[in-house]
């Protein structure tokens, strides 16, 4: 996640030196006082078609690399289907 990044968007699929995929995010939002945590769970949860109260930041609050978890019935097969549209963009 890049905050201060100018635009709040989702960059597409990167992935680490291990070869584990991860999405790239940039939000406009500030890091300081949840801002910018706060933009990327909405930014999620509007691209996922859920509320934002199913999205929450599991690890990583401080940091730039974070671990969201995301709950709801059907999710898993939703967001699975998300993750290829944009594999494919």
């Keep these: 996640m890049t905050p201060k990044g100018g635009a709040t968007r989702i960059d597409g699929l990167g992935a680490d030196a291990e070869g584990r995929s991860f999405l790239k995010l940039r939000v406009k939002d500030v890091p300081e006082k949840g801002k910018a945590n706060a933009a990327v769970i909405k930014l999620l949860a509007k691209a996922w078609g859920i509320a934002p109260s199913a999205v929450e930041i599991a690890a990583g609050d401080t940091g730039r690399v974070k671990t969201v978890v995301a709950r709801g019935a059907g ?15």
């Design 75 to 89: 999710l898993y097969e939703h967001i699975e289907a998300w993750f290829g549209e944009i594999g494919d963009a």
